[in-house]
């Protein structure tokens, strides 16, 4: 086994650590009641949607009923999906989703300052719905 090998091994158990502590403070957060449940939210607060799916390529094909679900249930919202490039080619002309938002996990853990400035897009297109 070469080094690039081994810590490209290393690397992705890394991200998989991290991973699963997102999930684990989210979910404190849920039972925590720190984030508002579904039920929660006025359907006439709800101006800006964001559906996220950034695992594989089937897991987002599964996922395009919800488009027009929401779509439906929401009329005037305005609806955006996030998406690894890979999988971007699934929603692209999607007629029910106004903005396709790519996420690149492998480019974006390389650098810090690039993975907190694609935070602060996301903050600064105030989402009030997210659908993960």
Do not use: W
Not at 33 to 48: A, F, G, L, S, Y
């Amino acid at each position: 086994m070469d080094i690039k090998s081994f810590l490209d091994i290393i690397k992705n158990r890394v991200f998989y650590v991290l991973d699963l502590l997102g999930n684990c403070i989210f979910f404190v957060f849920r039972f925590m009641h720190i984030m508002p449940k579904c039920k929660d939210i006025e359907p006439t607060q709800v101006k800006r949607i964001l559906i996220i799916r950034i695992d594989r390529i089937g897991d987002v094909v599964l996922s395009t009923p919800v488009i027009k679900a929401l779509r439906t249930a929401y009329p005037e919202s305005y609806i955006a999906m996030m998406v690894r490039p890979y999988a971007k080619e699934v929603v692209m002309g999607n007629p029910y989703l106004d903005e396709v938002i790519l996420y690149d996990k492998d480019k974006r853990y390389k650098r810090i300052l690039a993975n907190i400035g694609f935070i602060k897009e996301l903050i600064k297109k105030r989402f009030d719905l997210v659908v993960y």
